[in-house]
């Protein structure tokens, strides 16, 4: 997306700064076009189509989401990812959670996303929205207070922020504050009704691009094990809880639906090397792409900006 923008940019300045040599190399190009208008036009053309096809495949190379573009039938007002804290992707099912299980069979998910290097809440939002490894963003440690240096560079609301979209982010723990930079309209720390906020949000005219953190996992996790009767009973009520916002989003029609995670867990321990820690879900529903490439990809959490970026690109 990047090249796109600088590149139009680029063409832009360089033609007005010329717009005298422009006019002194019409005449002479209105000569040439006499003598070569078959070949004139055949060579401006293809340089222009050239250049669009460089650009695209490019981007297609690391998504792969050609396809979902072109397919697009309109581009999507509603936006809303869900990070639901500490979900491990084979806790989801359709007794559960089963709005989001619905939503899977609708739509697209892989259940073989990876987080970051450690697996930890911060280090991995951090990465999920600046779509860099810990080590590229510089975000290696898991704590944050307020009043600290928060996020430095672009995140995930760079894009929606530019194409016009209001922006909010509504999050559960005090250290997810490390994430506001100026790309977002309104945000708010609430542990328990961060769901809520989402959906007054929704309710603003125009078009919307929210990102939700809801937190419970993360400590039925530590406190009851991953997977365990506890920790299953806790997402039931994360789903029942999400069921009128996501109602709220798809009648609203123009959608982008994603839910994810941050990590995962085994026993009652997350954060390790264990490769159950690092699993997190990716699912995706929208009634403006066809999505239908992504089912069962491999996902990395740090891919999560660079996804949006490509399907917010028109
Ligand atoms: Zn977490």
């Not at 299953?232 to 609203?252: G, R, S, V």
């Not at 491999?298 to 949006?308: A, E, N």
Request: hydrophobic share 35%.
């Amino acid at each position: 997306m990047q090249p796109k923008i600088h590149s139009l940019s680029l063409n832009r300045n360089p033609r007005q700064r010329g717009k005298n040599i422009l006019t002194g190399l019409f005449l002479s190009l209105l000569m040439l076009m006499i003598f070569f208008v078959g070949p004139f036009v055949t060579t401006g053309s293809s340089v222009a189509t050239g250049s669009s096809v460089v650009t695209d495949s490019s981007v297609v190379t690391d998504s792969s989401v050609a396809g979902d573009k072109s397919l697009a039938s309109h581009p999507p007002e509603n936006i809303l990812i869900v990070s639901i804290d500490a979900l491990h992707p084979k806790a989801l099912g359709p007794k559960s959670s089963p709005h989001i299980y619905a939503l899977m069979e609708k739509g697209v998910y892989t259940l073989k996303g990876q987080s970051t290097d450690p697996p930890l809440t911060l280090i991995s939002h951090s990465a999920m929205f600046s779509g860099l490894s810990p080590l590229e963003n510089g975000k290696t440690g898991n704590a944050w207070r307020p009043g600290q240096e928060t996020i430095q560079g672009k995140t995930i609301f760079q894009s929606p922020k530019r194409a016009g979209f209001s922006t909010g982010y509504f999050y559960s723990k005090e250290k997810l504050g490390f994430l506001i930079n100026e790309d977002i309209d309104i945000h708010g720390l609430s542990k328990d009704f961060a769901g809520d906020r989402a959906a007054a949000f929704f309710q603003f005219p125009g078009k919307h691009f929210c990102f939700l953190h809801i937190s419970g996992l993360d400590q039925a996790g530590p406190a009851e094990g991953w997977l365990s009767p506890g920790y299953l009973e806790e997402l039931f009520f994360i789903d029942d809880a999400l069921k009128p916002l996501i109602a709220l989003i798809q009648k609203k029609t123009k959608y982008l639906i994603i839910i994810t995670s941050d990590h995962g867990g085994h026993g009652k321990i997350h954060g390790s090397e264990h490769p159950e820690d690092s699993q997190i879900p990716l699912v995706m529903i929208s009634d403006s792409y066809d999505l239908t490439a992504y089912q069962d990809r491999p996902y990395k959490v740090s891919q999560l900006k660079p996804l949006l970026d490509t399907l917010l690109m028109e």
